[in-house]
């Protein structure tokens, strides 16, 4: 809670007023003089900021976020949720980018989870819900994105800040960032550095058909996740007047998982066989670039150019043995290098009109290789050629260039956006091995004009509104492509596929606020080739996994959002309502109908302002049951009840929570395979009941610059990078 002093002090002097003349009397005010005492008035800052385009939340006045990192903080954010494959989904819309101040973010994935686990919300001004695309954004990035905007630093000198917490319970972990800033002048950099220690265990139970008759196989996985993450980065921005700003950043991020695993197979009329696969995953990247700005004296009007590069190296090992003798060894790695450069153009052209373009010109290329080796000698003339099977050799190299052109007409309180945005792209793969992948070299070229267009309406007194189309290409992620089959154990391989083809989306949404504390949201999203995990029997008892391109899928979404809701002076809440209608179409090859559901999802935020300056937040999230691909996905539900308190003007905060208080956030699947179906119970307990605490504390030195202009980094970071 904040509390804002507004200090009115009026002095009423020399007021004569003649309001009439009687019998040449005239009658004057008798109140010459009044001193108007001293008004405090108390406000609190909202939960969360509701426009028509955005729903914008504010960490530091969420208990959840106060004092811990970004990924718990999107955790707890209504409709927001985080699949352990890394994907984040925001009210049943999934592959969302992260942008970081405007930019996005290039990591993805598990890497993208680990980072945000690190990076502190001490940082985050505010994080942003953005439903409204445009032609500069990339065509390859879902309708919804979620912007982190970083808080500016306004002191010269040097600020300090130091973030740690950590979590106890089956799913364990420590974090911790520290920062420094300083700012003199036309110079100001930045150095961060982040870590993350983690121990998340998760089990999985799976019963599906065997072979022709009513027999069922079974199986139980555990799993420990061992994670290491280390983040470091460097920023550089220098800005000499108002018209001009340069800068360049790097980052380094290595992350390291150890994941031992055991896998019990019990298997009609034979002895259980239990697998032992440890893997060990090193992810090694660098990234970074540098921008120019130039602002011109015409209002509105300004140039950008930056240049960006990333580099990783991934590689795993891997070693399984079972009871029965057999053992293998696995031996995979990949390069990825890319390449991005951008150039925008944003002017004025008249009181009504503005003008936008660009062109993004992008450059991926990678290789990787995986191959197996069986480990018994008794065995290797027989085995060692399958075990070679399963091995690849995979390149790809993807070009892809853009140009846009966006303008903007405003007349009143309406305003009409209109865009295209035209790529051609040209993508080559060429691989060989791998006995499910069919191996054949390739190069596709393709041509796509993307349109977009957005009206809205701003009224003060009624609200605003929003009505916008735009169409959006999904490309492969290059883990989907890479088609190196990882073995769980006998009956379970999974791998990617080097045949997927992009998907074509479109999207209609439109959304009401009434600039307060409503908003009101409907989107439809058709997409043809859809990108979905898919299972296939191989055999009686083999299941391969890979993603596939599905001829439709078709979502409906309807959101109605009530923030900042003051039930009495020391609570207040906001509440969350989707309704979410899937309808995923498969091919005949998968014999299996029509997967189409309708999914209740509810959030409730509750913040309860206590004595002694405690603060407390209790957040009840359900969601019903939903599709997904082939599977049916069961209702699940959680809540958060999380206490803080800040000391010494704000600078040090301690935040004490325990999420999924009533251990309740588990999954129950039903998948068909082969028309028929399977059933699978997983438990992941880093998503389960824990008991976190957090500490952070900010310093500043040097004098107040308050009223200097807010330095913006421009770097507009890689806009197509899928890992």
């Known amino acids: 809670m904040n509390t804002n002093l507004i200090t ?153 800040g130091l973030n740690s917490g950590g979590h106890i319970g089956k799913a364990r972990n420590v974090y911790g960032n520290i920062y420094t800033e300083y700012l003199m002048n036309s110079h100001y950099l930045q150095l961060t550095y982040s870590g993350n220690r983690a121990r998340n265990a998760s089990k999985l139970f799976t019963v599906r058909p065997y072979s022709d008759n009513d027999e069922h196989l079974q199986q139980n996985y555990d799993r420990i996740r061992h994670d290491v993450m280390h983040n470091t980065g460097f920023s550089y921005d220098y800005q000499p007047n108002s018209s001009f700003k340069t800068g360049s950043v790097i980052n380094y991020n290595y992350f390291r998982r150890r994941e031992p695993a055991v896998m019990t197979t019990f298997i009609p009329d034979s002895k259980p066989t239990v697998t032992d696969n440890t893997a060990c995953f090193i992810n090694k990247n660098i990234y970074g670039g540098v ?31 079972d009871n029965t003798g057999n053992s293998i060894i696995g031996d995979m790695s990949s390069k990825i290098f890319g390449l991005v450069g951008a150039m925008d153009y944003r002017r004025l052209l008249s009181s009504h009109w503005h003008l936008s373009c660009g062109t993004r010109i992008s450059y991926v290329k990678m290789n990787s290789h995986g191959d197996y080796e069986d480990l018994k000698a008794a065995q290797i003339n027989s085995r060692q050629n399958q075990a070679d099977n399963f091995g690849s050799d995979f390149g790809y190299n993807e070009n892809v260039n853009a140009l846009y052109f966006e303008s903007k ?96 989306s479109h999207c209609i949404d439109m959304a009401y606020s009434n600039n307060s504390w409503l908003r009101i949201g409907v989107r439809a999203i058709y997409t043809s080739d859809e990108i979905v995990k898919c299972y296939r029997e191989i055999t009686d008892k083999t299941v391969y996994v890979t993603p596939e391109n599905l001829p439709r899928y078709l979502q409906f979404i309807g959101t109605v959002s009530a923030a900042n809701i003051n039930i009495s002076s020391w609570w207040a809440s906001s509440i969350t309502a989707n309704i979410v209608y899937s309808n995923y179409h498969f091919p005949a090859s998968l014999d299996s109908s029509s997967n189409i559901m309708f999914t209740p999802m509810i959030n409730v935020m509750n913040r309860l302002n206590l004595p002694y300056g405690w603060a407390t937040e209790l957040n009840v999230s359900y969601r019903g049951k939903a599709a997904y691909g082939q599977a049916e996905v069961s209702s699940s539900w959680s809540a958060y009840l999380g206490f803080r308190k800040s000391f010494f003007n704000n600078s040090l905060n301690l935040a004490i929570y325990m999420n999924d208080v009533f251990n309740t956030n588990r999954t129950c699947s039903k998948i068909v395979i082969s028309g028929r179906e399977a059933s699978l119970q997983e438990r992941e307990f880093e998503n389960m009941r824990r008991l976190g605490v957090s500490l952070s504390f900010r310093f500043n030195s040097g004098k107040n610059t308050s009223g200097k202009e807010n330095r913006k980094s421009c770097i507009d970071e890689m806009n197509r990078v899928n890992l």
């Open 291 to 321: 921008y120019l700005k130039r602002i011109f004296d015409h209002p509105e009007t300004d140039f950008n150019l930056s240049l960006d590069f990333f580099n990783y190296h991934n590689s795993e090992d891997q070693f399984m043995n």
């Open 8 to 160: 009115l002090c009026l002095l009423l002097t020399g007021i004569n007023i003649m309001n009439a003349q009687d019998n040449g009397n005239i009658v004057t005010d008798s109140v010459r003089f009044a001193n108007l005492e001293e008004i405090v008035v108390t406000s609190r800052k909202p939960l969360s900021i509701v426009r028509a385009d955005r729903i914008s939340y504010l960490p530091s006045e969420m208990t959840s976020a106060i004092g811990s990192n970004v990924y718990d903080a999107l955790q707890s954010i209504p409709g927001v949720s985080i699949g352990s494959n890394g994907v984040i989904s925001v009210n049943g819309e999934s592959g969302i980018s992260v942008y970081i101040d405007g930019r996005k973010s290039i990591l993805t994935g598990e890497m993208l989870i680990s980072h945000l686990k690190s990076l502190s919300t001490s940082g985050i001004e505010k994080i942003e819900i953005l439903t409204v695309p445009g032609a500069k954004r990339d065509a390859s990035e879902a309708t919804t994105i979620i912007n982190l905007q970083k808080k500016r630093k306004k002191d010269e000198g040097f600020t300090i």
């Open 409 to 504: 007409s405003t007349y009143g309180i309406s305003a009409l956006s209109l865009g295209a945005r035209m790529e051609q792209s040209s993508t080559h793969n060429a691989f060989s091995g791998n006995e499910s992948a069919e191996s054949k070299d390739y190069t596709r070229h393709g041509f796509r004009i993307y349109p977009s267009v957005a009206l809205s309406i701003n009224d003060s007194e009624s609200g605003s509104w929003v009505l916008s189309y735009s169409e959006k290409i999904t490309r492969p992620r290059f883990a989907d492509l890479d088609p190196f089959i990882h073995i769980f154990d006998d009956i379970t391989h999974v791998g990617g596929n080097v045949n997927l083809k992009e998907a074509i």
